[in-house]
């Protein structure tokens, strides 16, 4: 414990430091750590987004400052506790594997505010954000499954957490619904942004037949393989990767984070932040569905975008009973809805799902 | 017309200059490119090379600055032995991987028993041997059919990250994580823990070792018949053939010593800075490690060096990024430009450079 006085002492002081020139007035600094590069074009590109929409807002009140490229590990922590020590308020910290470091450093300045994207640890000044992406994976899944010939769909997964399994599950339900002989080949990339490893996956899911690629990685590789494939559809995914529309990107999932930092942004400026949890979904319009484009039959499209308003409106949950586990064992009884503690957790396939989980 | 003559003998001025002279050209070029993004050449500069050290936050930077080049000091110190005897092992990231994989799974395996003067030293004997068994897949592989240690140890690599992935999600994985993967957080546990030694000063068991590492090399290479003949296979294979050097025996001490700090790199890394075996693990140690061998001309206070500046350019280009807005990618060109600069220089070491034409005879 000695230790860690000592080390929290010299923060103290860099916190005094640099409060001397903090004076009222001062624009609130707030610091955002990137696992990939601003110009992904999927994931980071729209946390970047976020960003740029803080400072539209917020005008001369604010400053931001971000770090791209940034390992999962100790070097997250560095560029953490950089921000902090170079006077940021507020943090947001947009990558899953930031988790323990983000404990790590908050603890180090209460003072500072955290924010870290779909994790599930908090503290008294660390809160977590994440997006209901799965209701949008429902949508994909109707539109998939409607339209393979192959009826073989690709996807290509990055790690096997919750939040990439429930897209799965979600997708599959979904496609299986409207076409029971639909079969789903899951590629796992290991890697949320690797270019060519995601071209790679995708070119080996086109050659095995697969029709429809669905991504949970961020670049545009994949979209690419499918244009230069022909006969392949994909959908846009963490943004709209619009340039591949109308073929092969029929549609896409857009993470749009921009009204939650703002709001937090404001909450921080007046002094109501608080620690907090919060999953949105479609309705809030933190997921939004990017056009459906007109590949799509004009029947097909209808039944999606009524599925869109009907999520959006808290009228259907993607998720509804009866459905079981991939063994056969019930997980929702008919008409049950699932909780949202079984869906962060969720580390299971659905009854019909071929393969396994990587264990 | 500029011409290019071989120097009979490389010259030894010239060996110890062109890094520093490699280290100057990087600034000014990598200065010129921030002046084309639009920032301030100085500042940046000053930002990169001076503030880590010297600036408001030095102390807390100096310490990461240990924090970044234990690992990369450990390992190229191993590497350099067998680059020096032309024995290339590229595949450090891949020991690196399996020394923390052993390393953690025994610091796992006591969890939640507490005997730290147990644990701890029983970790980082596993950590060395995890890396030394990875080395010697390609030394025996060598040493038997004649493989080429070059591709073997490199593409281990990338078995190595396969099982990293696996161990995350399968046999090391947290049972209290939520189905989430990675390991338990080793620096939450007191027994097995490496912590800085005290606080602040980024100084942990890996930086020790990483200094014993440089002591010991530089006594193995000046004074130990080891290192006499290390030197002599490099310089000429057949002299020291004849001198009763056993090239297959060099092959598997190279190799496994090199193996074994990599791994102890890994350990300390796992346990202390990254606390945790995950998929993403490795960052690429391994490989900027060749670059520190190279940069510190492959001799042990050479690499200290070296090691340090590595870390200054990480360090210094992440503090640019976040308070210049520089892209991370002018900063990883910007690394780039010292070991092209140093590989560009390194031709004044064996060539002289002369003006006018070439005398006829």
């Known amino acids: ?359 | 017309m500029i011409r290019l003559e071989k120097r009979p003998t490389p010259s030894q001025t010239w060996a110890y200059l062109t890094p520093l002279v490699a280290v100057v050209a990087t600034m000014i070029a990598g200065g010129v490119l921030f002046a084309f993004l639009g920032k301030d050449p100085i500042v940046a500069i000053r930002t990169i090379f001076w503030d880590p050290v010297f600036g408001e936050f030095a102390f807390y930077y100096r310490g990461q600055l240990l924090v970044k080049a234990g690992p990369l000091i450990l390992i190229a110190i191993g590497l350099s032995l067998g680059f020096k005897a032309g024995i290339w092992n590229i595949g450090a990231e891949g020991q690196y991987i399996m020394g923390a994989i052993f390393g953690a799974a025994v610091g796992l395996a006591f969890y939640p028993m507490e005997a730290r003067w147990l644990i701890f030293p029983l970790m980082i004997v596993a950590g060395a041997l995890g890396g030394f068994l990875w080395a010697m897949i390609p030394g025996i592989l060598k040493t038997r059919f004649n493989t080429n240690e070059i591709l073997v140890s490199l593409l281990l690599v990338y078995v190595a990250e396969s099982i990293l992935a696996s161990m995350s999600l399968g046999l090391l994985r947290n049972p209290e994580g939520a189905g989430f993967p990675g390991s338990r957080n080793l620096r939450q546990y007191e027994s097995a823990a490496n912590n800085e030694l005290i606080a602040g000063w980024g100084m942990h068991w890996g930086v020790v070792a990483a200094f014993i590492a440089v002591i010991f090399a530089y006594i193995l290479l000046s004074r130990h018949i080891m290192g006499f003949n290390i030197r002599l296979t490099g310089e000429s294979p057949r002299a020291a053939r004849f001198a009763g050097v056993n090239p297959n025996r060099l092959i598997l001490f190279c190799l496994g010593l090199s193996g074994a700090l990599a791994g102890l790199a890994g350990m300390f890394e796992v346990a202390g800075p990254a606390g945790q075996i995950s998929i993403d693990f490795n960052v690429g140690y391994g490989f900027t490690a060749i670059i520190v061998a190279f940069l510190g001309r492959l001799h042990p206070i050479g690499i200290l060096l070296a090691g340090l500046l590595m870390a200054l350019t990480y360090i210094g280009g992440e503090a640019a990024q976040a308070s210049l807005g520089l892209p991370a990618a002018a900063i990883q060109a910007f690394q780039g430009m010292l070991l092209f600069f140093l590989l560009a220089f390194d031709v004044l070491t064996n060539f002289k450079v002369r003006f006018g034409r070439e005398a006829t005879v």
């Open chain 1, 1 to 359: 414990m000695k230790k860690r006085t000592l080390l929290l002492t010299g923060v103290a002081a860099a916190a005094i430091a640099t409060g001397a020139f903090a004076d009222g007035h001062a624009p609130l600094k707030v610091g955002f750590v990137y696992v990939g590069p601003v110009g992904d074009g999927g994931w980071t590109y729209e946390h970047d987004q976020g960003r740029l929409a803080v400072e539209a807002h917020f005008g001369d009140k604010v400053e931001t400052v971000f770090q791209e490229n940034v390992p999962e590990g100790a070097d997250a922590e560095r560029a953490m506790t950089q921000m902090a020590l170079q006077g940021a308020d507020l943090i947001f910290t947009t990558s899953f594997g930031y988790m323990d470091p983000t404990i790590a450093v908050a603890a180090k300045f209460p003072d500072v505010k955290f924010e870290h994207a779909t994790g599930y640890k908090r503290a008294d000044n660390v809160s977590t954000y994440s997006a209901r992406f799965y209701e949008g994976r429902a949508i994909q899944g109707h539109i998939a499954g409607k339209m393979t010939k192959t009826n073989k769909i690709g996807y290509i997964a990055s790690f096997p957490i919750p939040e990439v399994i429930r897209g799965i599950n979600s997708a599959y339900l979904h496609a299986k619904k409207v076409n029971p002989d639909v079969e789903f080949s899951v590629v796992w990339a290991y890697t949320w942004f690797d270019p060519a490893k995601e071209a790679d996956a995708a070119k080996a899911l086109i050659e095995n037949g697969a029709d429809v690629i669905l991504q949970h990685t961020d670049s545009t590789a994949p979209q690419a393989a499918a244009a230069e494939a022909g006969g392949v559809i994909t959908f846009g995914q963490a943004s709209d990767m619009g340039e591949y529309a109308p073929l092969p990107r029929v549609s896409s999932i857009i993470d749009n984070w921009a009204p939650y930092y703002i709001q937090r942004v404001q909450a921080v400026m007046d002094g109501t932040w608080e620690s907090v949890d919060t999953w949105d979904g479609i309705g809030p319009g933190m997921v939004g569905i990017g056009e459906i484009t007109d590949a799509v039959p004009a029947d097909v499209k209808a039944e999606a975008e009524a599925m869109r308003d009907a999520i959006a409106a808290g009228e259907y949950h993607p998720f509804t009973g009866p459905i079981n586990k991939q063994d056969g064992s019930v997980w929702l009884a008919d008409g049950e809805i699932a909780s949202d503690g079984d869906l962060a957790g969720m580390s299971f396939y659905v009854e019909g799902m071929t393969g396994e989980i990587p264990n």
